[in-house]
């Protein structure tokens, strides 16, 4: 894996590939349980999604009454080590990623909507970010309740804090910076790998995800990827 030797090397960092540490099936048992959909869920009306619409914001309900949560999804539930959390209440993620294990992502998933959502009068999804120091992340859409369905995916790069005066000056990380994620850009992926002739289906969103992995796609390495502790702060979800 020559571009994340390389990507890692210029971090300073070492590759821990093939290294085995131990598995916490309790840890893959609470986090992969909290994405079971409710059995009355798709039955009602799905909610209409406007320009504008807030589909979230740290410690305040949507302006759609739409009940969810964000909650760690790591590659745990793939046998690895990694993990991360999410305060919703602050929007604050934040984790340690490791290639233990084969292993070398982590990710936030929605909980399951109340309703779902429909998307047909939108462009896209705008997301409102601090932090992420220069990293590649992807956001994902789900339009399917099955659990390694399609992710229709959108990679996009943070800034990264510019100098070494940074540490004493935190202003550049409080810096808000706005990522549209087009609908019309993403790509259909299953464990990073694209997935050709699919269709998206905008008006019947059911979930929502942003990851931080060392995969990009179809066997190429996230250039912009590094081991250790990462942090995101989402500050705002909305339609745009």
């Given at each position: 894996?020559?571009?994340?030797?390389?990507?890692?090397?210029?971090?300073?960092?070492?590759?821990?590939?093939?290294?085995?540490?131990?598995?916490?099936?309790?840890?893959?048992?609470?986090?992969?349980?909290?994405?079971?959909?409710?059995?009355s869920?798709?039955?009602?009306?799905?909610?209409?999604?406007?320009?504008?619409?807030?589909?979230?914001?740290?410690?305040?309900?949507?302006?759609?009454?739409?009940?969810?949560?964000?909650?760690?999804?790591?590659?745990?539930?793939?046998?690895?080590?990694?993990?991360?959390?999410?305060?919703?209440?602050?929007?604050?993620?934040?984790?340690?990623?490791?290639?233990?294990?084969?292993?070398?992502?982590?990710?936030?998933?929605?909980?399951?909507?109340?309703?779902?959502?429909?998307?047909?009068?939108?462009?896209?999804?705008?997301?409102r970010?601090?932090?992420?120091?220069?990293?590649?992340?992807?956001?994902?859409?789900?339009?399917?309740?099955?659990?390694?369905?399609?992710?229709?995916?959108?990679?996009?790069d943070?800034p990264?804090?510019?100098?070494?005066f940074?540490?004493?000056?935190?202003?550049?990380?409080?810096?808000?910076?706005?990522?549209?994620?087009?609908?019309?850009?993403?790509?259909?992926?299953?464990?990073?790998?694209?997935?050709?002739?699919?269709?998206?289906n905008?008006?019947?969103?059911?979930?929502?995800?942003?990851?931080?992995?060392?995969?990009?796609?179809?066997g190429?390495?996230?250039?912009?990827?590094s081991?250790?502790?990462?942090?995101?702060?989402?500050t705002?979800?909305?339609?745009?």
């Amino acid at each position: 894996m020559p571009e994340l030797a390389k990507s890692n090397k210029n971090r300073g960092e070492k590759s821990n590939t093939g290294k085995r540490e131990p598995w916490d099936p309790i840890r893959f048992i609470q986090q992969s349980s909290k994405f079971i959909p409710k059995p009355s869920f798709g039955r009602s009306d799905s909610t209409v999604v406007r320009p504008g619409d807030i589909i979230w914001k740290p410690g305040v309900s949507s302006s759609l009454n739409n009940n969810f949560r964000w909650a760690p999804l790591d590659d745990v539930v793939m046998g690895g080590v990694s993990s991360s959390m999410i305060d919703n209440e602050t929007g604050s993620w934040k984790g340690t990623v490791s290639e233990s294990n084969n292993g070398g992502f982590v990710g936030i998933r929605t909980t399951p909507f109340s309703n779902t959502l429909n998307f047909e009068q939108c462009t896209g999804i705008r997301l409102r970010l601090r932090g992420g120091d220069g990293r590649t992340f992807k956001a994902i859409v789900r339009d399917s309740t099955d659990f390694n369905g399609i992710c229709w995916t959108t990679s996009f790069d943070m800034p990264r804090v510019k100098s070494f005066f940074s540490v004493f000056d935190d202003s550049e990380i409080k810096t808000t910076t706005t990522i549209k994620i087009p609908f019309k850009n993403q790509i259909p992926t299953i464990f990073a790998k694209t997935v050709p002739g699919e269709i998206f289906n905008s008006e019947n969103i059911v979930g929502l995800q942003i990851a931080y992995s060392k995969f990009d796609y179809d066997g190429n390495m996230n250039p912009n990827f590094s081991l250790g502790e990462f942090s995101l702060q989402i500050t705002e979800v909305c339609a745009y």
